[in-house]
């Protein structure tokens, strides 16, 4: 009998070795391990005497025509392995193998042969596995795909309890072929049967000890699986036994993870093909973290912190809140990263190089900038235009952008007014850009809305006009630096938590220093402190000629902005910008231009100061000490100027005229302010 099902066997392909007759289940050959890629020869065949073994095994891989053996531990597995099947839409393919080919073991078993595809590889693999009981090894394999697996009907010393292999169905000359897909499918729903303990994906720096009342402790107590996986189109297919499997985006049948293994409230991926690491566990936070915010623990408890998780909840109705206990809590620790990671990120972000919106000007990470310019300069149609960029990808200021869209708050000018100012925004893709039209205040509710809104529209850059107007009536007055901080860090939580930049445009003051190497973060009119606070700001300046010229300068400092000054033109028509100069010298270039133009500069001697008075670069009489050192950079060792410096009135001063004088100093343009510093 074994000698004609041999025979069988090795007729449709199969690599075949006698079994041992010590109950070791293991081949009689030895060694082996060159029968994985070479069948034996008829003269092996004859030699081994199959007519007297009690046995023979069957090879698995490609030396067998692509036959594998699935290998069940016992029919209860193997009969809710089936039940799972049927219930993750891979019913036809188990009732196509097991009509293929289907042996019970001696041990209540089932084994079953199929045919992959020749593209795919076999590897002896263990799928499911449990803990042992008393008498048992430590882990006791449920599932597995072996190397060598006995046929029947093997009987006798092969097994150790002297049993026969049992064919319940099916040949080898019948045994069945699935494809890869299916292939991997009941792989994965083989492993969703392993009941060893499984390592969970945690945040660097959490402890397994510490819970309580952490955003993500919080959230995981208060949210369910559904609500969290099926907004983002993972699909609940069955449960069993409390455990529930789960079927990720894009796949019609089987499953690809199980959500309260072991009582444990854990989701389990089994494949490679989502955004989550394989055979690791998460938690409903660290499934957030992941689904939401790219993996970013920090920030998943940030915006989860600003959702009111983690805060202080009232008692559930009817339960006693029993008396007040007042605990110390250390610093979340899901917030507490190692030195290491901290330097890993740093150095990553260092040889990638800081992502931007907007080369230089933009980071393109949860950050809030302030654009500061005087009434009227054109700080929304700078911002507009900026937008406009980001949101079409092209370039602003010479500069790359990003593509991403944006949300225009338009808290201060008419609605009319803002729509007049974005005219020009033709080039801006439909649905690239939204305007809010309306006046707010930057109170904790419309943070949560703006975040909201952030979050469904998929937004990438927030634009807001103006600081001045979204902060009114939660100040005392424009003054009230406190208050001001206090708004600046809510809204730089709530930046973070978005994972998107903000800019807001701001007033400055009338005092502002309109030289190049003026500080930006002095320039905001009334409360100073929420400037200092932002992470960057901008400045935007008149250009000399005042209110009515059309060129502008731009500079800006702060977090991952650094920016010289620029000289801009802005074309009203076009309502477009375009730079003219970029250098730490713009200013003097721009006062030396002036100079030119006015002809200030004369083949008679002159000083700083009546150079400036001659440019109009002051009203009146008064030259500040700023202007006067602006004129005399503009000149200083430039070529066709000349320089003369003499002793006047005790004084040493410096006279300026053009390269072809001929004339003596003229004693009464001196001015006693223009000495040689």
């Given at each position: 009998?074994?000698?004609?099902?041999?025979?069988?066997?090795?007729?449709?392909?199969?690599?075949?070795?006698p079994?041992?007759?010590?109950?070791?289940?293991?081949?009689a050959?030895?060694?082996?391990?060159?029968?994985?890629?070479?069948?034996?020869?008829?003269?092996?065949?004859?030699a081994?005497?199959?007519?007297?073994?009690?046995?023979?095994?069957?090879?698995?891989?490609a030396?067998?025509?692509?036959?594998?053996c699935?290998?069940?531990?016992?029919?209860?597995?193997?009969?809710?392995?089936?039940?799972?099947?049927?219930?993750?839409?891979?019913?036809?393919?188990?009732s196509?193998?097991?009509?293929?080919?289907?042996?019970?073991?001696?041990?209540?078993?089932v084994?079953?042969?199929?045919?992959?595809?020749?593209?795919?590889?076999?590897?002896d693999?263990?799928?499911?596995?449990?803990?042992?009981r008393?008498?048992?090894?430590?882990?006791k394999?449920?599932?597995?795909?072996?190397?060598?697996?006995?046929?029947?009907?093997?009987?006798?010393?092969?097994?150790?309890?002297?049993?026969?292999?049992?064919?319940l169905?099916?040949?080898?000359?019948?045994?069945a072929?699935?494809?890869?897909?299916?292939?991997?499918?009941?792989?994965?729903?083989?492993?969703?049967?392993?009941?060893?303990?499984?390592?969970?994906?945690?945040p660097?720096?959490?402890?397994?000890?510490?819970?309580?009342?952490?955003?993500?402790?919080?959230?995981?107590?208060?949210?369910?699986?559904?609500?969290?996986l099926?907004?983002?189109?993972?699909?609940?297919?069955?449960?069993?036994?409390?455990?529930?499997?789960?079927?990720?985006?894009?796949?019609?049948?089987?499953?690809?993870?199980?959500?309260?293994?072991?009582?444990?409230?854990?989701?389990?991926?089994?494949?490679?093909?989502?955004?989550?690491?394989?055979?690791?566990?998460?938690?409903?936070?660290?499934?957030?973290?992941?689904l939401?915010?790219d993996?970013?623990?920090?920030?998943?408890?940030?915006?989860?912190?600003r959702?009111?998780?983690g805060?202080?909840?009232?008692h559930?109705?009817?339960?006693?809140?029993?008396p007040?206990?007042?605990?110390?809590?250390?610093?979340?620790?899901?917030?507490?990263?190692d030195?290491?990671?901290?330097?890993?990120?740093?150095?990553?972000?260092?040889?990638?190089?800081?992502?931007?919106?907007?080369?230089?000007?933009?980071?393109?990470?949860?950050?809030?900038?302030l654009?500061?310019?005087?009434?009227?300069?054109?700080?929304?149609?700078?911002?507009?235009?900026?937008?406009?960029?980001v949101a079409?990808?092209?370039?602003?200021?010479?500069?790359?952008?990003?593509?991403?869209?944006?949300?225009?708050?338009?808290?201060?000018?008419?609605?009319a007014?803002?729509?007049?100012?974005?005219?020009?925004?033709?080039?801006?893709?439909?649905?690239?850009?939204?305007?809010?039209?309306?006046?707010?205040?930057?109170?904790?509710t419309?943070?949560?809305a703006?975040?909201?809104?952030?979050?469904?529209?998929?937004?990438?850059?927030?634009?807001?006009?103006?600081w001045?107007?979204?902060?009114a009536?939660?100040t005392?007055?424009?003054?009230?630096?406190?208050?001001?901080?206090?708004?600046?860090e809510?809204?730089?939580?709530?930046?973070?938590?978005?994972?998107?930049?903000?800019?807001?445009?701001?007033?400055?003051?009338?005092?502002?220093?309109?030289?190049?190497?003026?500080?930006?973060?002095?320039?905001?009119?009334?409360?100073?402190?929420?400037?200092?606070?932002?992470?960057?700001?901008l400045?935007?300046?008149?250009?000399?000629?005042?209110?009515?010229?059309?060129?502008?300068?731009?500079?800006?400092?702060?977090?991952?902005?650094?920016?010289?000054?620029?000289?801009?033109?802005?074309?009203?028509?076009?309502?477009?910008?375009?730079?003219?100069?970029?250098?730490?010298?713009?200013?003097?270039?721009?006062?030396?231009r002036?100079?030119v133009?006015?002809?200030?500069?004369?083949?008679?001697p002159?000083?700083?100061?009546?150079?400036?008075?001659?440019?109009?670069?002051?009203?009146?009489?008064?030259?500040?000490?700023?202007?006067?050192?602006?004129?005399?950079?503009?000149?200083?060792?430039?070529?066709g100027?000349?320089?003369?410096?003499?002793?006047?009135?005790?004084h040493?001063?410096?006279?300026?005229?053009s390269?072809?004088?001929?004339?003596?100093?003229?004693?009464?343009?001196a001015?006693?302010?223009?000495?040689?510093?």
């Open positions: 009998m074994i000698r004609v099902a041999a025979l069988a066997a090795y007729k449709a392909g199969l690599c075949i070795l079994t041992a007759i010590d109950g070791s289940k293991a081949p050959i030895k060694p082996w391990g060159a029968y994985k890629t070479i069948r034996p020869s008829v003269a092996e065949l004859r081994w005497r199959f007519d007297q073994a009690d046995g023979f095994g069957v090879v698995a891989g030396v067998s025509g692509h036959v594998e699935w290998d069940f531990d016992t029919t209860e597995v193997s009969l809710a392995f089936e039940a799972a099947a049927h219930a993750t839409g891979l019913g036809d393919v188990w196509r193998l097991t009509t293929g080919y289907l042996d019970r073991t001696p041990g209540g078993g084994r079953i042969l199929a045919r992959y595809p020749p593209d795919a590889t076999f590897t693999c263990t799928l499911a596995r449990r803990p042992g008393t008498g048992e090894p430590d882990i394999t449920l599932i597995e795909l072996p190397t060598y697996a006995i046929v029947a009907p093997s009987n006798g010393k092969t097994h150790p309890t002297g049993g026969t292999y049992e064919r169905s099916g040949g080898f000359d019948t045994i072929s699935y494809t890869n897909d299916e292939r991997a499918a009941l792989m994965t729903l083989a492993r969703t049967f392993d009941q060893i303990v499984r390592a969970e994906q945690r660097s720096s959490s402890s397994s000890s510490m819970g309580g009342d952490r955003p993500g402790d919080d959230y995981n107590r208060r949210t369910t699986w559904a609500a969290l099926e907004p983002h189109g993972w699909m609940i297919v069955f449960d069993r036994d409390d455990v529930s499997y789960w079927r990720r985006p894009g796949k019609t049948c089987g499953v690809s993870a199980t959500t309260n293994f072991a009582g444990s409230d854990l989701f389990y991926p089994f494949t490679s093909s989502t955004i989550f690491e394989a055979d690791k566990s998460y938690s409903k936070f660290a499934v957030y973290a992941v939401e915010h993996g970013d623990f920090s920030r998943a408890a940030l915006a989860l912190y959702q009111g998780y805060r202080d909840h009232q559930e109705p009817g339960s006693s809140p029993g007040t206990v007042h605990t110390v809590e250390g610093l979340d620790p899901e917030l507490l990263i030195i290491g990671v901290v330097v890993v990120e740093g150095r990553h972000m260092a040889e990638t190089g800081v992502p931007y919106l907007v080369d230089g000007l933009i980071p393109a990470i949860g950050t809030v900038g654009l500061v310019a005087y009434t009227k300069v054109g700080k929304t149609t700078f911002t507009l235009t900026l937008g406009g960029a079409a990808g092209v370039p602003f200021l010479d500069r790359h952008t990003r593509a991403v869209r944006v949300l225009v708050i338009a808290a201060e000018d008419p609605p007014y803002t729509a007049y100012l974005a005219r020009h925004l033709t080039a801006v893709p439909v649905g690239q850009m939204t305007f809010y039209r309306a006046p707010i205040r930057l109170d904790d419309t943070l949560t703006i975040a909201a809104t952030i979050q469904t529209g998929q937004y990438g850059l927030v634009l807001i006009s103006s001045q107007a979204v902060v009536g939660l005392r007055d424009e003054n009230d630096n406190a208050t001001a901080v206090r708004i600046m809510t809204v730089k939580v709530t930046a973070r938590a978005s994972g998107v930049p903000w800019l807001i445009d701001a007033h400055s003051g009338k005092g502002e220093d309109q030289g190049d190497d003026a500080d930006p973060t002095k320039a905001m009119r009334g409360a100073s402190g929420a400037a200092g606070a932002a992470d960057y700001l400045s935007l300046r008149y250009d000399v000629g005042g209110p009515f010229t059309t060129r502008r300068r731009l500079s800006g400092k702060g977090r991952f902005v650094t920016c010289p000054p620029m000289l801009l033109e802005y074309d009203p028509d076009a309502g477009a910008y375009s730079v003219l100069s970029v250098n730490k010298d713009t200013m003097v270039e721009t006062t030396w002036l100079i133009e006015t002809q200030a500069l004369t083949t008679t002159q000083t700083a100061t009546a150079i400036a008075q001659a440019a109009g670069l002051v009203t009146g009489a008064k030259v500040t000490t700023s202007i006067r050192r602006r004129v005399q950079d503009a000149l200083r060792r430039r070529p100027v000349r320089t003369i410096t003499e002793t006047w009135r005790g040493i001063r410096t006279l300026y005229a390269q072809d004088f001929e004339v003596a100093p003229n004693p009464q343009m001015h006693p302010g223009d000495e040689t510093p």
